[in-house]
């Protein structure tokens, strides 16, 4: 929760009146878990389901910045393969951050307050 949560509301409590100035994108970083929750992760899961809820709730509130958020579902990373030994995660890390990257290219393909999930 201090990380996902606090972490998200305080980076945007900061940064947004200096982006709404000129332009800015905000890419917030969710889950999967949090669209659907996962048994023994309700904690994780709330705090994913709070960024989303941070995200829709700021991209009201804004004036020149795009906030969106992305929702990978699991990805092969050290926390996933603790959680899940033996399971196959379904994305790699650069597949999230090809996403990032099209996120900031072509930012008019997303709407505001968008959750984007990635399979």
Known sequence: MHVNVKGTFLYMK???PEMEKST???INISSGAGKDGIPELGAYCASKFA??????SAALEVNNVKIVALCPRSVDTGMFKRLFPGEKADLKPEEVAEKVADVCMHPGKYRQGQSIEIY
Do not use: A, H, Q, Y
């Open 51 to 56: 960024v989303i809820g941070l995200t829709e």
């Open 24 to 26: 800015g994108l905000i």
């Open 14 to 16: 900061n940064i947004i």
